[in-house]
């Protein structure tokens, strides 16, 4: 088998410690599998502002535009809040992005048994809890132009964002749902704000296009993005593959995170069009972001990370065995009551460090191989 090539790009905040735990994963799976990995690493977010003055480096962009997939950390911290726009870490990974065409953000949100009674939600509405935000990653508000701080008179200033969506923006993202759907229930639920928002009623007309012409077979719904707020918090198993737009993407995976018991136990994958090899182009990077009030201190849950590698062998590598027991071990784990501080709730648990829940994600893999 050809090998695969990873770039790494810990990024800023927690970042590098959960992707330390990834990167001894990986090594396991060269090791006790016989998989050829090659792993390289850059700098990306307030990382590479302070080697480079850029957060995101052209020679970086070049590293991940021949990768078969690129593993991210987190990017951003505090410390870069007060730098102008284009040279703030998160501008790095929005040029990833959109540099990439990464337009498919797929954000599963999956309740592992062991967590259910964490949920701020009571267990019932969680439990068994299995459903899947297709996020638009590369236009929309996020990318819209006009935009800017601008002065009117009088001392008057306004702020300009402009949200907007092409045919084809929506079709292909509308597509990634649909084919995700017919793998899982077979149903795809469209939220934008289509009473308010030409924008939105665009989406709705296209997603309907794609549905009727392509994809009869899968059943397909709408709901204003409110509503859609709403129903995931008051009956969130109702939904199987939600698509939606990058605004409302960001917003509704948040919510959805917080179903699961902790935004640390959230994966996802940034896939695009298809490369010579076959696979997407990819990106994978854990939803929690850098967490600048744990830094350094080995409290980060690793998971998030570790499943988005998980992810990476799924999508990119057509590893699905390798990626099953992969989360296998995530879930087993917890089910042996290991716990980082974001999962610590419940009397009498104690915490776990980074690096320990990283042990037992490794000993759980070391057991797979002992059943198998
Ligand atoms: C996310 C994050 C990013 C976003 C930030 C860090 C730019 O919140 O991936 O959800 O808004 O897309
Ligand atoms: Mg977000």
Redesign the pocket.
Known sequence: MASRSILILAGDGIGPEVMREVKRVILWFSEQCGIDFTVSEGLVGGAAYDAYGTPLHDDTLDQAREADAILLG???APKYDALPFEVKP?RG??KLRKELDLYA?LRPAICFEALADYSSLKKEFVSGLDLMIVRE?TSGV?FGEPRGIFDLKDGEREGINTQRYTTNEIRRVARSAFELARQRQNRVCSMEKANVMESGVLWREEVEWVGDNEYPDVELSHMYADAGAMQLVRKPKQFDVIVTD?LFG?IL??AAAMLTGSLGMLP?ASLGEQMEAGWPRALY?P?H?SAPDITGQDKANPCACILSFAMAMHYSFDMGAEAKRLSDAVEATLAAGIRTPDLLQLPGESPASTTLMGDAILRELDHSLAYN
Do not use: F, P
Request: glycine fraction near 12%.
């Open positions: 987190a990017a951003g998160e990974l929005l953000n990653l996020y990058n960001d995976s948040d996802s990077e939803v972001g």
